[in-house]
């Protein structure tokens, strides 16, 4: 019989053995953490590799070693513990970033891990495969496709397992809710599988409150509007809190505006009307959490729903005045009298339609602009966030510039140059499109589509003024961006870091509203003091320094009307030192009568950007009059004479 690990020989004492036997276990240990460090070492050498014969056998040769790593007993126990976890973690960043090279080295990385679904056990090296996968399928969402039956039967076998330890409860959610994250990416853009489709029912339907947000909160990120919407609705029924049934009466009602875009009952105009209806309400739900201050503001929510309304307007006013060119064109006389010569802008003939049209370009246009300041106001948010605000603000945009260039183009402007006639959807987005999300590459691909639409009307001059294949052609575009995937950002619902600044004024007033007072002739000094409060589980980006924003707003004199700004602006860049900044402003307050002055801050990030997140304070200053003019004025007044 083979002697055993901890077998004393003869002649060998008590403590010889154990020494021996310690010696062995930390022989292991080193041995899996060297497997891991030379895994790492492949993954980074076959990922900075030229695609070639010999480093596809490098890629080849990292993936046995993965597959090695995985099967591997010791590994898999020193996984549990928390410098096992963090070197486990490290070893599949590696091979995620290894999948990166190409679509085929993506899919047979997804296969190693995927295979190994269903034999790991609970514990962190299962959620953090799963967390590796859904890397993987978010940089090719087809590599996930051949392991989606492995994926439905270890949600089926945890919704079947009963875990009585509270921390392997919580560990065991995380991971079938990461394993349903898993399913709603491998289904983005397509048709559901019944089975995936049942699987995933069910894991909201066993899963706690938690989890089964959490799944709705997948759904909604990648445009699975009506399933989230069913397994979102009721959660506001048992939840105690009325904060937060808002809050998930908010997202219902967000996730019911793009299921009833994907309705096909009614018409176009209609489905879009009850969409915007249901933003304008999730809006107001939202609005009602903030005002309660129970849970963190939700400023960015309550814009970013309002913004979205106001584009499905502007989409439903566009649609209402293709539809009134498609149906009833320009009556025969207003024809005859273009032809004729009596109208010198042939637009006239298409009559109300054409107004329309201009007034759908300066909707879009606004809806552009807010979407601007809604990107300027967002210093929170992710990059992905950040990129998907871009993209929308850019649909906006070229379907202005869509109609100008082609329903109202004129046969007096003659041809359009090169520059004039591009709609290249380019928008300056925070990353590469590689590096971005697969939610916004589909949705930059969308604006291509759209691009391409508008080039190809614009670049038909025989076309005017405005006929039915640029009411198509509109309408087509106009549904393919409607129609497309939307997916809520992640911001929407998580925020990978919080920054607050709160400002202080001196002097100001003791008296609320009450201005305050300075002798005529006098320089006001004022001095803002601010403080930066910064958290968050990962710093989208750092701030370099603070800009101070003075606005002046002197007082009207007596009988003037305000016919235009004659507002005066300072402005000032300060450094935060340990989250403190200071300035000081010397403002020349000549005019009599009070003052409003408006202090704003902007910050300044490490690439120079500027965000304007606020906050904003208010301060009345009252000027005194001249004395020597109201001597004056008291001396010329006619007084009684005395007798």
Same mark, same amino acid.
């Not at 000081?584 to 009599?592: D, G, H, M, Q, R």
């Given at each position: ?5 901890c077998?004393i ?11 021996? @036997?310690?010696?062995?276990?930390r022989?292991?240990?080193s041995?899996? #953490? ?14 900075r ?39 486990? #973690? ?5 091979a995620?970033?290894?999948?990166r ?11 190693t ?21 859904? &890397?993987l ?13 492995k ?5 089926s ?12 409860? /919580? ?6 809710v990461?394993? =349903? ?7 983005h ?22 989890s089964?947000?959490?799944i709705a909160r ?25 904060? $937060? ?5 908010? =997202?219902?009602?967000?996730? /019911? ?6 309705s ?18 999730a ?13 963190t ?6 814009e ?16 209402? %005045?293709?539809?009134t060119?498609?149906t ?14 009596t ?6 003939? =298409? ?11 300066g ?18 948010a992710?990059?992905d966030t ?9 649909? =906006? ?12 183009r ?6 359009f ?7 290249e959807?380019?928008p ?11 939610e ?19 670049? $038909? ?7 039915h294949v640029?009411?198509d ?9 409607l ?7 992640? @911001? ?9 600044v ?14 305050v007072?300075?002798?005529?002739? %006098?320089? &006001?000094?004022?001095?803002v ?11 989208c ?18 009988g003037?009307?305000?016919a ?6 300072l402005?000032?860049?300060?450094r ?8 000081? @402003?010397?403002l ?8 409003h ?12 950007n ?11 200053v ?22």
């Amino acid at each position: 019989m083979g002697t055993s690990a901890c077998s004393i020989h003869v002649g060998e004492s008590s403590s010889d053995s154990r020494a021996r @036997f310690v010696s062995r276990i930390r022989s292991k240990e080193s041995a899996s #953490t060297g497997l891991r460090a030379a895994l790492r070492l492949l993954s980074h050498l076959a990922a900075r590799s030229p695609v070639e014969a010999d480093s596809f056998d490098l890629i080849l040769e990292t993936n046995r070693a993965l597959e090695s790593l995985l099967l591997s007993p010791t590994c898999m126990e020193q996984a549990e513990v928390p410098i096992g976890r963090t070197l486990m #973690t490290k070893t599949l960043s590696a091979a995620v970033e290894l999948g990166r090279i190409n679509k085929d080295v993506c899919t047979l990385l997804a296969e190693t891990l995927g295979n190994r679904l269903v034999d790991l056990q609970l514990g962190y090296t299962l959620s953090s495969v799963c967390e590796a996968l859904s &890397f993987l399928g978010d940089k090719y969402q087809l590599s996930l496709l051949p392991i989606l039956s492995k994926v439905n039967l270890c949600i089926s076998r945890f919704i079947c397992d009963v875990v009585e330890e509270e921390e392997k409860s /919580r560990l065991k959610e995380q991971i079938m809710v990461r394993l =349903c994250v898993l399913l709603c990416l491998a289904h983005h853009g397509y048709s559901w599988q019944a089975e995936s489709l049942s699987t995933l029912r069910l894991a909201a339907l066993h899963g706690n409150y938690w989890s089964t947000y959490r799944i709705a909160r997948a759904c909604a990120r990648y445009d699975h509007a009506q399933v989230g919407l069913e397994i979102m609705a009721p959660l506001d029924k048992i939840l105690s809190s009325e904060s $937060r049934a808002a809050y998930i009466q908010g =997202c219902t009602e967000l996730l /019911r505006s793009k299921s009833m875009l994907l309705s096909q009952e009614g018409a176009l105009s209609e489905k879009i009307s009850a969409a915007a209806d249901c933003c304008e309400r999730a809006a107001s739900h939202l609005k009602l959490v903030s005002e309660q201050g129970l849970i963190t503001s939700f400023i960015f929510h309550e814009e970013y729903l309002k913004t979205r309304a106001y584009f499905l307007i502007a989409c439903g006013q566009l649609v209402a %005045t293709l539809k009134t060119l498609r149906t009833a064109p320009p009556p025969a006389p207003a024809v005859a009298l273009g032809a004729g010569g009596t109208y010198k802008d042939d637009l006239l003939k =298409c009559g109300r339609a054409a107004t329309q049209l201009k007034n759908s370009v300066g909707d879009f246009r606004r809806v552009a602009a807010q979407y601007e300041s809604l990107y300027e106001s967002s210093f929170d948010a992710d990059a992905d966030t950040l990129s998907q605000i871009l993209i929308n603000q850019h649909y =906006c945009l070229m379907f202005a510039r869509g109609i100008e260039r082609t329903a109202l183009r004129r046969p007096q402007q003659g041809l359009f140059s090169e520059e004039e006639l591009a709609f290249e959807f380019s928008p300056d987005l925070p990353k590469s499109l590689s590096q971005c999300c697969l939610e916004v590459r589909k949705a930059y691909d969308t604006g291509v589509k759209v691009g391409d639409i508008l080039r190809n009307l614009a670049n $038909r001059p025989d076309l005017l003024p405005v006929s039915h294949v640029h009411v198509d052609g509109i309408m087509s575009a106009l549904q393919l961006v409607l129609l497309s995937p939307f997916c809520i950002p992640r @911001f929407f619902f998580q925020a990978l870091q919080s920054t607050t600044v709160k400002l202080a004024v001196s002097p100001s007033s003791r008296l609320g509203n009450e201005p305050v007072s300075i002798p005529y002739g %006098t320089l &006001f000094a004022m001095t803002v003091e601010g403080v930066i409060q910064s958290k968050g589980i990962k710093r989208c980006r750092m701030i370099k320094m603070v800009k101070i924003n003075v606005t002046n707003q002197p007082p009207l004199a007596k009988g003037e009307n305000k016919a235009f700004d004659d507002s005066k602006h300072l402005s000032q860049l300060v450094r935060a030192d340990h989250d403190y900044f200071s300035s000081e @402003f010397i403002l020349n307050l000549a005019s009599p009568g009070v003052h409003h002055l408006t202090i704003e801050t902007a910050l300044i990030d490490e690439n120079d950007n500027a965000w304007k997140t606020g906050p904003s304070f208010s301060l009345n200053v009252r000027s005194q009059d001249d004395p020597t003019k109201t001597h004056v004025r008291q001396s010329s007044t006619p007084g009684s004479s005395r007798t």
